[in-house]
């Protein structure tokens, strides 16, 4: 009886640690505030044999497929590094979109991201 509960508890256990990643896959819409005006940014999440992958497009940049070294999204919380531009993005998922922050350079600035809708 004292295994089957010991196995039981650690069922358990793994199925809290493992995150369902399909409500963040998909493309996100945002927007980096600055104090020079908002600049457009776009994330789109992938998952590939069970790891999530990220890149962003900056439109107003003419940048586009930048990837992201490291994604991760645990207990709701989305986090981003992308070692060539010295960015990262920590972002809370609730209600269906992401609140966080971008930081870059020394600057931390809102950074906050709706799904994009499919057409």
Same mark, same amino acid.
């Given at each position: 009886m004292?295994?089957? #509960?010991?196995?039981?508890?650690? /069922?358990?256990?793994?199925?809290? &640690?493992?995150?369902? *990643?399909?409500?963040?896959?998909?493309?996100?819409?945002?927007?980096?505030?600055?104090?020079?005006?908002?600049?457009e940014i776009i994330?789109?999440? #992938?998952?590939?044999?069970?790891? /999530?992958?990220?890149?962003?497009? &900056?439109?107003?940049? *003419?940048?586009y497929g930048l990837a992201f070294d490291e994604v991760s999204f645990k207990e709701n919380v989305l986090k981003l590094k992308m070692e060539a531009i010295g960015g990262t993005y920590e972002g809370t998922l609730k209600d269906g979109k992401f609140t966080g922050k971008w930081k870059q350079s020394g600057q931390i600035l809102d950074m906050n991201l709706e799904k994009k809708e499919k057409n």
């Amino acid at each position: 009886m004292k295994f089957i #509960t010991t196995v039981l508890l650690v /069922l358990t256990s793994l199925s809290f &640690s493992l995150q369902d *990643n399909s409500k963040v896959i998909g493309d996100w819409n945002g927007k980096i505030v600055t104090p020079n005006g908002d600049l457009e940014i776009i994330i789109h999440l #992938t998952e590939n044999e069970k790891a /999530l992958k990220a890149t962003m497009d &900056s439109p107003m940049q *003419n940048a586009y497929g930048l990837a992201f070294d490291e994604v991760s999204f645990k207990e709701n919380v989305l986090k981003l590094k992308m070692e060539a531009i010295g960015g990262t993005y920590e972002g809370t998922l609730k209600d269906g979109k992401f609140t966080g922050k971008w930081k870059q350079s020394g600057q931390i600035l809102d950074m906050n991201l709706e799904k994009k809708e499919k057409n």
